[in-house]
Structure formats: structure tokens, C-alpha cells
């Protein structure tokens, strides 16, 4: 399938981590990558590596484009980039570094072929990814976590001993450009409003994310109305489901707090529910979700417990960061949609809520009018801090809201001051300790992405754990 690329030009569309990742493999099969990106930085720092490197502006003149044999795109590239779609135009291949990754797998360019195991969704993915890693782990499988979880697969088929099953997260982008990726067993855990801008609209977001259900086994979560329904279009040769509930005969569940599987064996009890970290709904159906994954490939039943009973989650997923007076602080950073932050704040009774950032596109209308008997007070900021406060006053009114949005706000003593985002978050978890008593949770689940104010989620994260840790008891219950 490769040998089209040997002697001639591919191009590597995105100079980031899965883009270096890329280079090594197009050599040992013959081929010579040649660098595009936006970045004059990035491209320096590519030429300095002694590859070559084009501008778009370059790529973009007339026949530019006919000297390569494949352009192999980062996942964040839109397909309407004008270097994409001109390529799709002029009729040469545009694949993922995903895609990629398949086929060098499929042509056994670093020993036998691997069995993929994809997790995809809106929310829950890494997570359900460490999970499955953690039981292979513990059934003594040579395995390895990659894709969206930081590892590129490329760089996890190269390790030496190589893998024999990869967990591979995947993300709605990833599956977009790899059409081909046929997993062993893959998993769409749910399905809500998220990046719709870049796919332009939930019907393509959706059906990007079905990409997983391509394989052996697909599975797909059934409390998700969205991923449910996926499964009536599921082109796996076999497809389950798994519920917070109790299971029907194809499907795993829950039973008087274990977790059952009567889609693999007859009836086999897996874990128990307060062995799962995180703790609540979210955690149990993740946790389900890699119970189906392993059991698919016939991981024994005690090895998914002692897989899940080890694995703990990750800082700023659901994470407790102290208790202060009697109330508990928790870091869900990674609640970058009105989705996630959902299952963030139904985890307790009762919330101050910390919420803010990008929306991209989605709604929160439905998420307040749900949550908001659960809401003591909210603190709102950045760029989408009116949409939520707006939301809130029309769902909850009677629930206090406290929007931050500028240096005033924020505790400088200058509305025009330029704030550091630090600083906001310093002052949005002083006011919402400051409405918090005993039995309280400050719950940062953001319902947002971080990017209008701070460099990720993790940043964001690492500010809220700051901000919380420099805290002392004066500052509960003392709303300003």
C-alpha cells in the first residue's frame, strides 16, 4: 500500500507533534517529507533539521501542489484549508497522520500488525483510555496508550519490544482524516455539541466519531441518546452497548453496584462501583466502556478489575484538590464542553459553580436548566462569561452569579487593566469560596474551552489549584 511513496514528495501539512512524528517513518519507506506550516518559527525550526520546507503561499501557485504523491495533514487542519482542498482538487490523497499510521502498521513496517483498540466521544476519552491501558496492563499484554493522548501512534509502533494492542484515543478530527482505520474493537462513549465549527454542524460531528464503529466489535454508550443511536448505524461486524443500568442480554451494566457483562459470557461480574476512580456516573461508564473494549479481545474478568481497581485518574479530570472547613475544592479542567461540565457537577449536591472560556459554538441552555437545583452559587469569566450568566438568569434566578470580566473584577483596582489570567482565577475561587459552606463543593468544570485566556485546559487547571491551595479559612463563607 506504500510503495507509491517510495523516491517521491509527501507532504507533512502542520509542523507539530504529530507532524515530527511522521518524518522518521516517510524515510524508512523511501519517501521525502517536505514541511508546510503557518508558523515561520516552525518552519525554521523544521529546516534546521535539514528537511525542506514550503510556505502555503508556495504550495498554492499553480501546479505547486503535483510534485507530491500524498499530503499527510495534522488534525487540526480544517478541510477547507486552502492547501487541503486545493490538493483534494488537483486529485492528490489527503490522509490523516492517523491514516498513515494504519497503513505503516497494515504494511509491517515495525513488526506484526496490532490490534487497535479506538476510544472516541465527546467526554470521557482519556480516561476511558488509561482505563483500558491499565487493564491490559494487568492481563500482561504488551501495550501502549497513544494518539490523542498525547503519544502519536507512529511513536508507539516504533517502540522496541513493539506493543501487541494499542489504546488509542481518538479525536473527531483524527477519525475525519482516517477513513481507512478498521480497529479490532473501537468505542464511542457519547456524543455532544463540540467543535461544530470546525465540522460544521452535530450530523458530521457524528458521523466522524461512527468512525469508530468500523471494526471486529464496536460498542457505544447507551445512556448517550447520539452515540444509541449510532449503533443502528454501525458498520461493525458486531456491536454492544453499555449502560448505568441494568444490562440486557449484548450489553454491560451495572447491577446492585457491580459491574456486569452479558455481552461477552452469560453474566460476569467485572468490579465494583467504588473501585472506579473518578467516582460517579461518568467514571462507571468509562469504566464500563474499557471493560467492553478488553473483554472483546478476551481479557479475563480479573484482570478488568485489577485493571480498574489500579488506575487512577489524571490531574484535572474530576480531581480533589483539598477541604477546606468542611468544604471540598475539585479541579475538572478538562470539562472543556457543556457536556462534560454536566457530568462534572451531577457528581455532587451541591455546587459553586467555577465556569468560563470559549464555547465554540455550543449551547448552555440545557445544562443550567438541568443543573441548576444543584447550584448554590456560579463565577463566570472570560470569553463566553455573559452566554453562561445570561443562561443561568434566565434557568436559575434565583442562583447568585458573580461574572468576572474585567481588571476591576478581577480584584486589580483597574477596570482597564490588562489581567493576567492567574489573577482571574485567583479572584473567581476567593469569590466562590466565599459563598460555600460546610458540605459545599468549588467545582472548576468550565463548560468551555481555556484558549481565550490561558494556554490549555492544564494551565487553566494548574491556576485553579493555586488558587485554591493559597486559601485559608477566613475565606469561606465570606461572600464580598
Same mark, same amino acid.
Request: net charge negative.
Given at each position: 500500500?506504500?510503495?507509491?511513496?517510495?523516491?517521491?514528495?509527501?507532504?507533512?501539512?502542520?509542523?507539530?507533534?504529530?507532524?515530527?512524528?511522521?518524518?522518521?517513518?516517510?524515510?524508512?519507506?523511501?519517501?521525502?517529507?517536505?514541511?508546510?506550516?503557518?508558523?515561520?518559527?516552525?518552519?525554521?525550526?523544521?529546516? !534546521?533539521?535539514?528537511?525542506?520546507?514550503?510556505?502555503?503561499?508556495?504550495?498554492?501557485?499553480?501546479?505547486?501542489?503535483?510534485?507530491?504523491?500524498?499530503?499527510?495533514?495534522?488534525?487540526?487542519?480544517?478541510?477547507?484549508?486552502?492547501?487541503?482542498?486545493?490538493?483534494?482538487?488537483?486529485?492528490?490523497?489527503?490522509?490523516?497522520?492517523?491514516?498513515?499510521?494504519?497503513?505503516?502498521?497494515?504494511?509491517?513496517?515495525?513488526?506484526?500488525?496490532?490490534?487497535?483498540?479506538?476510544?472516541?466521544?465527546?467526554?470521557?476519552?482519556?480516561?476511558?483510555?488509561?482505563?483500558?491501558?491499565?487493564?491490559?496492563?494487568?492481563?500482561?499484554?504488551?501495550?501502549?496508550?497513544?494518539?490523542?493522548?498525547?503519544?502519536?501512534?507512529?511513536?508507539?509502533?516504533?517502540?522496541?519490544?513493539?506493543?501487541?494492542?494499542?489504546?488509542?484515543?481518538?479525536?473527531?478530527?483524527?477519525?475525519?482524516?482516517?477513513?481507512?482505520?478498521?480497529?479490532?474493537?473501537?468505542?464511542?462513549?457519547?456524543?455532544?455539541?463540540?467543535?461544530?465549527?470546525?465540522?460544521?454542524?452535530?450530523?458530521?460531528?457524528?458521523?466522524?466519531?461512527?468512525?469508530?464503529?468500523?471494526?471486529?466489535?464496536?460498542?457505544?454508550?447507551?445512556?448517550?441518546?447520539?452515540?444509541?443511536?449510532?449503533?443502528?448505524?454501525?458498520?461493525?461486524?458486531?456491536?454492544?452497548?453499555?449502560?448505568?443500568?441494568?444490562?440486557?442480554?449484548? !450489553?454491560?451494566?451495572?447491577?446492585?453496584?457491580?459491574?456486569?457483562?452479558?455481552?461477552?459470557?452469560?453474566?460476569?461480574?467485572?468490579?465494583?462501583?467504588?473501585?472506579?476512580?473518578?467516582?460517579?456516573?461518568?467514571?462507571?461508564?468509562?469504566?464500563?466502556?474499557?471493560?467492553?473494549?478488553?473483554?472483546?479481545?478476551?481479557?479475563?474478568?480479573?484482570?478488568?478489575? !485489577?485493571?480498574?481497581?489500579?488506575?487512577?485518574?489524571?490531574?484535572?479530570?474530576?480531581?480533589?484538590?483539598?477541604?477546606?472547613?468542611?468544604?471540598?475544592?475539585?479541579?475538572?479542567?478538562?470539562?472543556?464542553?457543556?457536556?462534560?461540565?454536566?457530568?462534572?457537577?451531577?457528581?455532587?449536591?451541591?455546587?459553586?459553580?467555577?465556569?468560563?472560556?470559549?464555547?465554540?459554538?455550543?449551547?448552555?441552555?440545557?445544562?443550567?436548566? !438541568?443543573?441548576?437545583?444543584?447550584?448554590?452559587?456560579?463565577?463566570?469569566?472570560?470569553?463566553?462569561?455573559?452566554?453562561?450568566?445570561?443562561?443561568?438568569?434566565?434557568?436559575?434566578?434565583?442562583?447568585?452569579?458573580?461574572?468576572?470580566?474585567?481588571?476591576?473584577?478581577?480584584?486589580?483596582?483597574?477596570?482597564?487593566?490588562?489581567?493576567?489570567?492567574?489573577?482571574?482565577?485567583?479572584?473567581?475561587?476567593?469569590?466562590?469560596?466565599?459563598?460555600?459552606?460546610?458540605?459545599?463543593?468549588?467545582?472548576?468544570?468550565?463548560?468551555?474551552?481555556?484558549?481565550?485566556?490561558?494556554?490549555?485546559?492544564?494551565?487553566?487547571?494548574?491556576?485553579?489549584?493555586?488558587?485554591?491551595?493559597?486559601?485559608?479559612?477566613?475565606?469561606?463563607?465570606?461572600?464580598?
Amino acid at each position: 500500500m506504500l510503495e507509491f511513496l517510495r523516491g517521491r514528495d509527501v507532504l507533512v501539512a502542520g509542523w507539530g507533534v504529530s507532524g515530527r512524528s511522521l518524518v522518521e517513518p516517510l524515510q524508512d519507506i523511501g519517501a521525502r517529507p517536505i514541511v508546510t506550516d503557518g508558523g515561520a518559527k516552525a518552519l525554521a525550526e523544521a529546516a !534546521e533539521l535539514g528537511l525542506a520546507t514550503a510556505t502555503s503561499a508556495d504550495l498554492l501557485e499553480p501546479d505547486a501542489l503535483q510534485r507530491f504523491a500524498l499530503v499527510i495533514t495534522s488534525p487540526g487542519w480544517r478541510p477547507d484549508s486552502p492547501v487541503l482542498a486545493s490538493a483534494v482538487t488537483e486529485g492528490i490523497p489527503v490522509w490523516g497522520d492517523v491514516e498513515f499510521a494504519w497503513w505503516v502498521d497494515q504494511a509491517r513496517i515495525y513488526g506484526p500488525v496490532r490490534k487497535w483498540l479506538v476510544i472516541t466521544g465527546t467526554n470521557g476519552k482519556t480516561t476511558t483510555t488509561q482505563m483500558t491501558h491499565s487493564i491490559l496492563r494487568a492481563a500482561g499484554i504488551p501495550s501502549v496508550a497513544c494518539g490523542n493522548i498525547g503519544l502519536p501512534i507512529l511513536d508507539a509502533l516504533r517502540r522496541s519490544p513493539g506493543p501487541q494492542v494499542l489504546a488509542v484515543e481518538l479525536s473527531s478530527f483524527q477519525l475525519h482524516w482516517a477513513p481507512s482505520v478498521r480497529p479490532e474493537a473501537g468505542v464511542v462513549l457519547n456524543v455532544a455539541e463540540d467543535h461544530l465549527d470546525w465540522h460544521g454542524g452535530l450530523d458530521a460531528y457524528a458521523a466522524a466519531k461512527a468512525r469508530a464503529l468500523t471494526g471486529r466489535v464496536g460498542v457505544v454508550g447507551l445512556d448517550d441518546q447520539v452515540a444509541a443511536a449510532l449503533a443502528r448505524k454501525s458498520k461493525a461486524r458486531r456491536t454492544v452497548g453499555f449502560r448505568i443500568g441494568v444490562p440486557a442480554d449484548g !450489553e454491560l451494566g451495572v447491577v446492585d453496584g457491580k459491574l456486569l457483562d452479558r455481552a461477552f459470557t452469560k453474566a460476569a461480574i467485572l468490579a465494583e462501583v467504588g473501585d472506579i476512580s473518578p467516582p460517579g456516573p461518568a467514571g462507571v461508564a468509562d469504566a464500563l466502556a474499557a471493560a467492553a473494549l478488553t473483554r472483546s479481545i478476551d481479557v479475563a474478568p480479573q484482570f478488568v478489575k !485489577e485493571g480498574l481497581q489500579e488506575h487512577r485518574v489524571g490531574p484535572h479530570r474530576a480531581a480533589f484538590v483539598r477541604e477546606l472547613c468542611g468544604v471540598e475544592f475539585v479541579d475538572d479542567s478538562k470539562a472543556t464542553n457543556p457536556h462534560a461540565a454536566r457530568s462534572s457537577i451531577m457528581a455532587h449536591q451541591s455546587v459553586i459553580w467555577v465556569a468560563g472560556g470559549q464555547l465554540k459554538g455550543a449551547s448552555v441552555e440545557d445544562l443550567v436548566e !438541568e443543573v441548576r437545583e444543584l447550584l448554590v452559587a456560579a463565577v463566570v469569566f472570560g470569553a463566553d462569561a455573559a452566554v453562561i450568566a445570561a443562561a443561568l438568569a434566565r434557568h436559575a434566578p434565583d442562583v447568585p452569579v458573580v461574572e468576572l470580566n474585567s481588571g476591576d473584577d478581577a480584584g486589580m483596582g483597574d477596570p482597564f487593566a490588562e489581567v493576567e489570567p492567574e489573577a482571574v482565577m485567583a479572584r473567581a475561587v476567593r469569590v466562590a469560596a466565599g459563598y460555600a459552606t460546610r458540605g459545599d463543593t468549588v467545582l472548576l468544570a468550565p463548560a468551555a474551552a481555556s484558549l481565550d485566556m490561558f494556554a490549555d485546559y492544564t494551565h487553566r487547571g494548574r491556576s485553579f489549584v493555586a488558587a485554591v491551595q493559597a486559601l485559608d479559612e477566613k475565606d469561606i463563607g465570606r461572600t464580598e
